[in-house]
C-alpha cells in the first residue's frame, strides 16, 4: 500500500519477525528470572536468602549501570547493517548460553555449620553465571527495544508497534512464567514413576495419592515396598526437571529471538556524531522529561516483589508442587495478572486518543494501589476471622480479580514507559542533534533493573525476618514431599508439623502383573518445624505480594506531576524533526505497510 507521508516505514514481514522475537527473547528473560533468580536459586538449590538477595542485587545494580555502557557502544556502532542490528545477530546464543549455565550448579548443604568451600564454590557459580547472563541479556535487550524507533519515522507507527511489542513480551512472559513450574513437576513426577518401575513398582501415583489420604509418610511408606531411596530421588528429579523444561524453553526463546536479527532494516540512519560514556550519562540526567521517567520508575521498584514471591506462593500455599494444582492455580491466579496486562497494553493506543501520557500513566499507577493493599488484607481477613484459607474459590476469584488490577497497571505503565522515551529520544533529537537511541532504551532496562535489586533486597530481607532460608525451606519442602500440606499446619501454633501415621493397606501392583498387599501401622512423623514457623512464612509472603507493590506504585507518580514533555510541546517536536529531514532528502516514498 502506497506511503502518501512519504516517511520511511516498516514492512508488515518485518512487524511480525520483530514480534516474534520480542515474544522469545521474553520467554529467555522469564527463564533466568522469573524461574531461576526468583524460585530455583533459593527454593531448589537452598541457597541462603541473603546470597540470592545479594546475588541478584549486585547483578543487577551491575548490570543497570553497564547499560548506559552497552547504550553508547550500540550509540556509535556504524556498519552496513545498521548500530542494532548487528548485536541482535550475535547475541541470542550467547544468551541462551549462559542461561543454561545459571542452572547446572550443585545444591548448597544446609546442615554445614560453618563456612564449606563446596558452598562457596555454588554460590559464586550462581553470582558469576548470573552476572554474564545480565550483560549478555543487555546486549541484545537494549539493540531489540532501540530497534523501535529505527523501523519507521512515522510517530502513529511506532505506537502501535510499540504497544504490541509490549503484547508478544508479555506473551512470551506469559508463556514462560504460567508454564515452567507446572511442567517441571510434571517431568519430576515422570521420572519418579520411572524410578519406581525400575524397583518394580506400577501403581507409584496411586500409593502417593493413598499416603497422602491416611496422612502416612510417603518416604516409609516407599521405604516398606522397596523403594528405599525414594526422598534422594525426589529432590533429584524434581531438579532436573527445571533444568530440562528450562532447556526446552531457552531454545524456543533463541530461535525466535534470532529471526529479529537476520529479517529486519534499519530506517532511519545513525547521528553523525556520538557521545562518549561521560556524556551519555550527562546527557541522559540533562534530558528533563527522561530525567523524570527514570526516577519514577526507580520509585516504582518495590512493585517486582510480586513476581519475587508469586511461585513460592503458588507451589508451597496452593498447589504443594502438584503438577496439575500448579497448572491450575498458576493459570488463574497468573491468568488474571497477565489478562489484565494484555488487554490494557493493546488499549493504550486508543486511550492515547483521549487522554495525555502522562495522565495515563499517573493514573494506571493509582489504579492498583487498593487492590495491592486488598490483597494482604483478604489474607489476613481469611486466616484470622474464617475457618477456611485461601483456596476457597471465592478467596481464589477474588484474589485473581485483585492481581488483574495489578496487570492493568503493569501493562499501561511498561506500554507507556517504551512509548515515553522513545519521545525523549525525539526530543533529544529536536534539542542537539542527537539520536541516543541505544543510551536512552538502556535506561528502560536500567529502571527494571535498579527496580529488580531493590526488589531483591527488600524481600531478602522479609524473608530472612520470617526464618524463610536455607534449611527451614528445605524442611518444609521436606514435609510437603512426605505429604504434608503447610497450610493447614498453620493452625498448629507452637506444635510441630507432623503426619499422624494412621495404620493403612496399601496395593502395590508390580511391573510383572502380580500385586501384593502390605499393611503398614505409620509412625507419627514429626518435623523441627511449627505451625507459627509456616504461618510467619505465608504472612511474610502475601504481605511481599501486597504491601511493597501499593508503595511503589504510589512513589512512581510523584516524578511524573510535572512532566516536561506534554503533547503540545511534542507535536512541535515532531514536526520540526520531519520538517530537518525533508530539508535534508531523508524522506522517501515506500510501499509497505
Same mark, same amino acid.
Given at each position: 500500500?502506497?506511503?502518501?507521508?512519504?516517511?520511511?516505514?516498516?514492512?508488515?514481514?518485518?512487524?511480525?519477525?520483530?514480534?516474534?522475537?520480542?515474544?522469545?527473547?521474553?520467554?529467555?528473560?522469564?527463564?533466568?528470572?522469573?524461574?531461576?533468580?526468583?524460585?530455583?536459586?533459593?527454593?531448589?538449590?537452598?541457597?541462603?536468602?541473603?546470597?540470592?538477595? @545479594?546475588?541478584?542485587?549486585?547483578?543487577?545494580?551491575?548490570?543497570?549501570?553497564?547499560?548506559?555502557?552497552?547504550?553508547?557502544?550500540?550509540?556509535?556502532?556504524?556498519?552496513?547493517?545498521?548500530?542494532?542490528?548487528?548485536?541482535?545477530?550475535?547475541?541470542?546464543?550467547?544468551?541462551?548460553?549462559?542461561?543454561?549455565?545459571?542452572? %547446572?550448579?550443585?545444591?548448597?548443604?544446609?546442615?554445614?555449620?560453618?563456612?564449606?568451600?563446596?558452598?562457596?564454590?555454588?554460590?559464586? =557459580?550462581?553470582?558469576?553465571?548470573?552476572?554474564?547472563?545480565?550483560?549478555?541479556?543487555?546486549?541484545?535487550?537494549?539493540?531489540? =527495544?532501540?530497534?523501535?524507533?529505527?523501523? %519507521?519515522?512515522?510517530?502513529?507507527?511506532?505506537?502501535?508497534?510499540?504497544?504490541?511489542?509490549?503484547?508478544?513480551?508479555?506473551?512470551?512472559?506469559?508463556? @514462560?512464567?504460567?508454564?515452567?513450574?507446572?511442567?517441571?513437576?510434571?517431568?519430576?513426577?515422570?521420572?519418579?514413576?520411572?524410578?519406581?518401575?525400575?524397583?518394580?513398582?506400577?501403581?507409584?501415583?496411586?500409593?502417593?495419592?493413598?499416603?497422602?489420604?491416611?496422612?502416612?509418610?510417603?518416604?516409609?511408606?516407599?521405604?516398606?515396598?522397596?523403594?528405599?531411596?525414594?526422598?534422594?530421588?525426589?529432590?533429584?528429579?524434581?531438579?532436573?526437571?527445571?533444568?530440562?523444561?528450562?532447556?526446552?524453553? %531457552?531454545?524456543?526463546?533463541?530461535?525466535?529471538?534470532?529471526?529479529?536479527?537476520?529479517?529486519?532494516?534499519?530506517?532511519?540512519?545513525?547521528?553523525?556524531?556520538?557521545?562518549?560514556?561521560?556524556?551519555?550519562?550527562?546527557?541522559?540526567?540533562?534530558?528533563?522529561?527522561?530525567?523524570?521517567?527514570?526516577?519514577?520508575?526507580?520509585?516504582?521498584?518495590?512493585?517486582?516483589?510480586?513476581?519475587?514471591?508469586?511461585?513460592?506462593?503458588?507451589?508451597?500455599?496452593?498447589?504443594?508442587?502438584?503438577?496439575?494444582?500448579?497448572?491450575?492455580?498458576?493459570?488463574?491466579?497468573?491468568?488474571?495478572?497477565?489478562?489484565?496486562?494484555?488487554?490494557?497494553?493493546?488499549?493504550?493506543?486508543?486511550?492515547?486518543?483521549?487522554?495525555?501520557?502522562?495522565?495515563?500513566?499517573?493514573?494506571?499507577?493509582?489504579?492498583?494501589?487498593?487492590?495491592?493493599?486488598?490483597?494482604?488484607?483478604?489474607? =489476613?481477613?481469611?486466616?484470622?476471622?474464617?475457618?477456611?484459607?485461601?483456596?476457597?474459590?471465592?478467596?481464589?476469584?477474588?484474589?485473581?480479580?485483585?492481581?488483574?488490577?495489578?496487570?492493568?497497571?503493569?501493562?499501561?505503565?511498561?506500554?507507556?514507559? %517504551?512509548?515515553?522515551?522513545?519521545?525523549?529520544?525525539?526530543?533529544?533529537?529536536?534539542?542537539?542533534?542527537?539520536?541516543?537511541?541505544?543510551?536512552?532504551?538502556?535506561?528502560?532496562?536500567?529502571?527494571?533493573?535498579?527496580?529488580?535489586?531493590?526488589?531483591?533486597?527488600?524481600?531478602?530481607?522479609?524473608?530472612?525476618?520470617?526464618?524463610?532460608?536455607?534449611?527451614?525451606?528445605?524442611?518444609?519442602?521436606?514435609?510437603?514431599?512426605?505429604?504434608?500440606?503447610?497450610?493447614?499446619?498453620?493452625?498448629?501454633?507452637?506444635?510441630?508439623?507432623?503426619?499422624?501415621?494412621?495404620?493403612?493397606?496399601?496395593?502395590?501392583?508390580?511391573?510383572?502383573?502380580?500385586?501384593?498387599?502390605?499393611?503398614?501401622?505409620?509412625?507419627?512423623?514429626?518435623?523441627?518445624?511449627?505451625?507459627?514457623?509456616?504461618?510467619?512464612?505465608?504472612?511474610?509472603?502475601?504481605?511481599?505480594?501486597?504491601?511493597?507493590?501499593?508503595?511503589?506504585?504510589?512513589?512512581?507518580?510523584?516524578?511524573?506531576?510535572?512532566?516536561?514533555?506534554?503533547?503540545?510541546?511534542?507535536?512541535?517536536?515532531?514536526?520540526?524533526?520531519?520538517?530537518?529531514?525533508?530539508?535534508?532528502?531523508?524522506?522517501?516514498?515506500?510501499?509497505?505497510?
Amino acid at each position: 500500500m502506497a506511503n502518501p507521508s512519504g516517511l520511511r516505514r516498516y514492512s508488515a514481514k518485518e512487524r511480525n519477525v520483530y514480534l516474534t522475537g520480542m515474544f522469545g527473547q521474553n520467554i529467555i528473560y522469564n527463564v533466568a528470572v522469573t524461574i531461576m533468580a526468583n524460585y530455583y536459586l533459593q527454593n531448589v538449590l537452598y541457597i541462603p536468602v541473603l546470597a540470592v538477595a @545479594a546475588i541478584v542485587a549486585i547483578a543487577q545494580v551491575w548490570d543497570a549501570f553497564n547499560d548506559p555502557m552497552m547504550g553508547t557502544l550500540i550509540d556509535r556502532t556504524r556498519t552496513k547493517w545498521g548500530k542494532c542490528r548487528p548485536y541482535l545477530i550475535f547475541s541470542p546464543v550467547v544468551i541462551a548460553i549462559f542461561t543454561m549455565l545459571c542452572f %547446572t550448579n550443585g545444591t548448597y548443604d544446609t546442615q554445614v555449620a560453618g563456612v564449606s568451600v563446596r558452598n562457596i564454590l555454588i554460590v559464586a =557459580w550462581a553470582g558469576v553465571a548470573y552476572v554474564l547472563w545480565g550483560m549478555s541479556y543487555t546486549v541484545g535487550d537494549i539493540s531489540l =527495544w532501540s530497534l523501535t524507533s529505527l523501523l %519507521t519515522e512515522e510517530e502513529k507507527q511506532r505506537q502501535k508497534l510499540q504497544a504490541a511489542a509490549r503484547i508478544a513480551a508479555a506473551l512470551g512472559t506469559g508463556l @514462560a512464567a504460567l508454564s515452567i513450574q507446572p511442567l517441571s513437576f510434571k517431568v519430576k513426577d515422570i521420572l519418579l514413576n520411572r524410578r519406581a518401575e525400575a524397583h518394580g513398582i506400577a501403581n507409584y501415583a496411586e500409593i502417593v495419592e493413598q499416603s497422602k489420604k491416611a496422612l502416612v509418610s510417603i518416604n516409609d511408606v516407599m521405604a516398606e515396598i522397596g523403594f528405599d531411596d525414594y526422598a534422594s530421588w525426589s529432590y533429584t528429579y524434581e531438579k532436573r526437571g527445571f533444568i530440562i523444561v528450562a532447556a526446552v524453553f %531457552t531454545l524456543i526463546g533463541f530461535v525466535t529471538f534470532q529471526l529479529v536479527g537476520l529479517f529486519t532494516k534499519e530506517k532511519i540512519s545513525p547521528s553523525k556524531k556520538a557521545n562518549n560514556i561521560k556524556q551519555n550519562f550527562k546527557l541522559m540526567w540533562n534530558n528533563k522529561p527522561f530525567r523524570q521517567l527514570l526516577i519514577s520508575g526507580i520509585l516504582s521498584g518495590p512493585t517486582g516483589i510480586m513476581m519475587l514471591v508469586a511461585m513460592t506462593l503458588v507451589a508451597k500455599y496452593y498447589a504443594m508442587k502438584n503438577p496439575g494444582d500448579a497448572a491450575i492455580y498458576t493459570i488463574i491466579l497468573g491468568g488474571g495478572l497477565f489478562a489484565g496486562m494484555l488487554v490494557s497494553t493493546g488499549l493504550v493506543p486508543p486511550l492515547l486518543k483521549r487522554f495525555s501520557k502522562r495522565g495515563l500513566y499517573i493514573f494506571s499507577n493509582l489504579l492498583v494501589v487498593l487492590p495491592s493493599v486488598g490483597i494482604f488484607a483478604l489474607y =489476613w481477613y481469611v486466616h484470622n476471622h474464617t475457618e477456611y484459607n485461601m483456596t476457597r474459590p471465592l478467596y481464589v476469584g477474588i484474589l485473581a480479580l485483585l492481581l488483574m488490577f495489578c496487570g492493568i497497571r503493569l501493562g499501561i505503565s511498561s506500554a507507556l514507559q %517504551t512509548m515515553m522515551i522513545s519521545d525523549c529520544v525525539d526530543y533529544e533529537d529536536y534539542k542537539s542533534g542527537l539520536r541516543p537511541d541505544g543510551v536512552f532504551f538502556s535506561g528502560q532496562t536500567f529502571i527494571v533493573k535498579i527496580g529488580s535489586g531493590l526488589s531483591a533486597i527488600i524481600y531478602g530481607l522479609m524473608c530472612l525476618n520470617a526464618g524463610y532460608t536455607g534449611n527451614n525451606i528445605k524442611l518444609l519442602d521436606n514435609f510437603m514431599a512426605d505429604g504434608g500440606v503447610p497450610r493447614d499446619a498453620m493452625s498448629l501454633g507452637d506444635a510441630p508439623l507432623q503426619l499422624k501415621g494412621e495404620t493403612i493397606d496399601i496395593l502395590v501392583k508390580l511391573t510383572d502383573g502380580s500385586s501384593i498387599t502390605h499393611v503398614l501401622q505409620g509412625n507419627l512423623a514429626q518435623y523441627t518445624l511449627s505451625g507459627n514457623d509456616v504461618k510467619g512464612f505465608f504472612t511474610m509472603m502475601f504481605l511481599a505480594l501486597s504491601i511493597p507493590p501499593a508503595i511503589g506504585a504510589l512513589l512512581a507518580t510523584l516524578p511524573m506531576i510535572k512532566y516536561a514533555l506534554d503533547n503540545k510541546t511534542y507535536a512541535n517536536v515532531l514536526e520540526t524533526l520531519q520538517q530537518r529531514r525533508r530539508e535534508k532528502g531523508e524522506l522517501t516514498e515506500e510501499t509497505d505497510d
